[in-house]
């Protein structure tokens, strides 16, 4: 089987109605819609939504945000990172593969990614080679992070 | 109707009993039962979790962290505020006002409150007196952050 191909999305129109579908709609998609309206933005690159495509639909997506090294809080040595939002696959899509490959693809960018495994998720996380962090309430604010650590790179004590 | 009763939440092998029926179980509640094993404590009352009993069973609860002033991104001026997770209601409890009565408990503390909407839940926050924030992607990233603001507190711009 071929795997899937995984597409940083454009900000468009199209894309935005595509986002509809999701159940993990929010500010961020209406703050596009915002920029589309104003002429701000067109087919802007930048996005931080990737994804994938069948038949021309897409029906899997993942946010992926660069974080700073001056807020990393979880990696030794100190480094810019990236945090996984939003990682959904269309019900009738589910077990393919297709989550697999997003998450695949976050850590094939060669920096730590960290996650919060929502709604037990984490046999799944553990799977990709994730592992949790030691809990630290003040940072984590009921937060469940799921890390994954890249060769030479350490979880912060 | 009388207004539920919401009750700060004892760390203690009963309350870790009762979390098991929530969906969002993770690492915070596994830390706790780490904590119970280790004998660091027993029913401690510093919990972030508040929750509501019906005959005797825990039936909604909310994690409600206090966030420092230092760390404090979104209001002016800059303070301590509370963030809210785990807002949840066993499923046979939903529509008598549990989620109500929790989110009101969080605003009863005269702090701002901050949460992230989740699920396009965004009319449930909206009719708990709560705002869209302006999107920040370096700041939010990802989220849909909603606040509720005490009188003489603003929004950051």
């Known amino acids: 089987m071929q795997s899937p191909k995984v ?6 129109y199209k894309t935005l109605e595509e ?3 999701f159940h993990e709609y929010g500010l961020p998609e209406l703050s596009m819609l ?5 002429n701000m933005v067109e087919n802007d690159n930048n996005s931080p939504f990737y994804g994938i495509y069948q038949d021309g639909n897409l029906v899997a997506r993942i946010s992926l945000y660069r974080v700073d090294a001056k807020y990393d809080r979880y990696f030794e040595p100190a480094q810019d990172y990236y945090e996984i939002w939003k990682l959904e696959v269309l019900p009738q899509y589910r077990n393919q593969g297709l989550g697999t490959a997003l998450v695949s693809y976050a850590k094939s960018l060669s920096l730590p990614v960290k996650t919060n495994a929502r709604h037990r998720s984490d046999p799944f996380w553990l799977k990709m080679g994730f592992q949790p962090v030691r ?3 003040e940072r984590d604010r009921g937060e469940s992070p799921y ?11």
């Open 19 to 21: 986002f509809q579908k």
């Open 135 to 137: 809990y630290n309430p």
């Open 147 to 157: 890390v994954w650590l890249p060769p030479g790179v350490k979880l912060r004590d």
């Open 7 to 12: 597409e940083r999305l454009k900000i468009n």
């Open 34 to 38: 915002e920029d589309l309206e104003a």
